[in-house]
DNA sequence: GTATATGTAGTCAAGTTTGAATAGTGATCA
DNA sequence: TGATCACTATTCAAACTTGACTACATATAC
């Protein structure tokens, strides 16, 4: 998912220069698997991948005094494009492990842009939530398609809740909350 | 994820005997792609997999009128027993895709097992619901922590809408609705 | 002093997902 | 007729996830 790469690029960006440990350590500080799940092996493999993909420079090993070596790496001109990217597409996602990701690192973004992105996430969200009431009618009679009146009433308000936190966290916003990044 | 086997278990033991192409259509056919996404070949893999495992058989390979050859799969007992189990994992998870592909197929458990597991499934969701709100206050104030409590709260009101309409489902399972399986 | 637990740092194999590619079969149309 | 399009049916490589394992270092208990 893109969630492991936002987080991986956000903690590198962040600390500057660290190694997976570290990035998984601070996860946990985070108390990212509230919301998400991330997986050592996962932060691994993004960190090697990443950096085939030159996206991160692997900058060395260092000692450690209470385990073995770090590998080291760094974040590159091509990782903050990648990593802005990954972030305005999080904030515009109305999947809670992306939208969460997306949230948590939020103030690398200049707040009218973080604004601009939620509301526009919130009126794609209010047009599949009505897309989803609209269609109900019409597959209450089919009997191959199994209780998707129910199923599109989960989803329907699901989406309705999150809306409802995007609204209120777009209000937040516009009041001068949060200390947000310049430029 | 087990969204897929359950989706492909479920299909097969719907049908009979059938084969990849033709899980695809019904899934299709069910609007599947409101809920969860579910690749061509994520199913083939599934498909394979699960062979392997014997939780299918692979029975030969019929021609077709309108294309290539199929090669077509049954259900084992042990395939059936998979499928109960994930199917009851899935009624009792508060993961949204997870649950609404247990609802999908709810109909093939008894009544009341099915009312057993989502009232477990609303207490286990209030009681982390809870323990999210209880732990808001105490990462209020933890710098390192970005935007906990705007996450929480995001996390808190989805788990609140679902388990509201998890409750309505409880209560249209109690007043007759649906046709369920005997036993 | 040595087993044993705990924390640090990472690798690996197996399973899974994804998007693109392959290949067969009619239907349309110039 | 043969070019191209759409539908049928599947495979494949690459990326990604997961759980189990390795290996180093320090503390602690016996």
Known sequence: MAVVRLLVLGMV???GRTHGYA????LVAWHVETWTRVKPG?????????????KLNEVGRE???EGPGRTLYELTEAGEAEFIQLLESALGS?????LG????FMECLPRRRVIEILKDQHRRAMTTRNGLEAMAPKFAHVRDAPHTSDLLSLWSGSLAANASWTR????????GAYRMSEG
């Open 13 to 15: 960006r962040l600390k």
């Open 23 to 26: 990035v998984h350590q601070e």
């Open 42 to 54: 996962s932060i691994y493999h993004a960190l090697k991948q990443l950096t085939k993909e030159e």
């Open 63 to 65: 000692p450690s005094e």
């Open 94 to 98: 109305f999947d809670l492990e992306e």
């Open 101 to 104: 990701t997306g949230v948590a």
């Open 168 to 175: 209120s966290l777009i209000q937040r916003l516009e009041s």
